[in-house]
């Protein structure tokens, strides 16, 4: 089965599935420590429908000292949300620092 032209990841957003894993590779360059997708929907419905399990959400855990540039690349990935990026990151804890969550629907 070819999934060239599948996206596992926002498909409102992202055309491919690599279009998604370069989005995912940018985060991290710009310092986030972990980035989560999910959750995933991967209903027998769902997978027969759209071709496979699919999720709409990012969870990226980032430094403090890291949030201006990672917030940068975030803003890219949602710019249709701009203004509410930055009030998005929250603090998570000292062993995380911050949080954020980037939602397509």
């Given amino acids: 089965m070819d999934f060239s032209g599948f996206s596992a990841l926002a498909t ?4 491919t599935t690599a279009e998604a894993i370069e989005a995912v590779k940018k985060l ?5 420590t972990e980035v989560k997708v ?3 929907l991967d209903e ?7 071709g ?3 999720a709409d959400m990012l969870v990226v855990l980032f430094p403090k000292e890291k949030k201006r540039k990672v917030l940068a690349v ?8 701009v ?12 062993t995380h620092g911050l949080v954020l969550m980037l939602t397509w629907d």
Avoid at 44 to 50: A, D, L, Q, T
């Fill in 44 to 50: 027998p419905e769902r997978i027969k429908k759209e």
């Fill in 74 to 81: 975030a803003k890219t990935l949602r710019s249709d949300n």
């Fill in 28 to 32: 991290y360059a710009a310092g986030a």
């Fill in 38 to 40: 999910g959750p995933v």
């Fill in 12 to 15: 409102n957003r992202f055309k």
């Fill in 83 to 94: 203004e509410k990026i930055e009030n998005e990151a929250y603090s998570n804890d000292e």
């Fill in 52 to 54: 496979g399990p699919y």
